[in-house]
């Protein structure tokens, strides 16, 4: 079992930023391969950016590309989502979730353990 808990959301203005962390107890968290997904109200749950147990390779998705980085720190048992350039359409619940690293990594099927999200509101 891994316990996930997410961190850093919060209100911010269009073009400003954002770092979330995710804090993994539980299992040996180097094991596992770190995905952020998000979900917006009335819409499916969509990925982020994910990254691998040993911080590469990275993949994301074509919206956040270049604006959003995801990193990990094994010592530290956290995986974070920096947040660059916001827009007023990044506002969601982002979500971190652990699982294996292989095909299907940017599909929320493959990952196991989820957080309970963290609520971010970019004003325009």
């Known amino acids: 079992q891994v316990q996930l808990d997410e961190s850093g959301g919060g209100l911010v203005q269009a073009g400003g930023s954002l770092r979330l962390s995710c804090a993994a107890s539980?299992?040996?968290?180097?094991?596992?391969?770190m995905g952020w997904f998000r979900q917006a109200p009335g819409k499916e749950r969509e990925f982020v950016a994910t990254?691998?147990?040993?911080?590469?390779?990275?993949y994301y998705s074509d919206s956040v590309k270049g604006r959003f980085t995801i990193s990990r720190d094994n010592t530290r048992d956290t995986v974070y989502l920096q947040l660059d350039s916001l827009k007023p359409e990044d506002t969601a619940v982002y979500f971190c979730?652990?699982?294996?690293w292989g095909p299907g990594v940017t599909r929320s099927t493959l990952y196991t353990y989820w957080g309970q999200g963290t609520q971010v509101n970019v004003s325009s």
């Open positions: 979730a652990a699982g294996p």
């Open positions: 539980g299992r040996t968290f180097s094991n596992y391969a």
């Open positions: 990254i691998s147990w040993i911080g590469r390779p990275t």
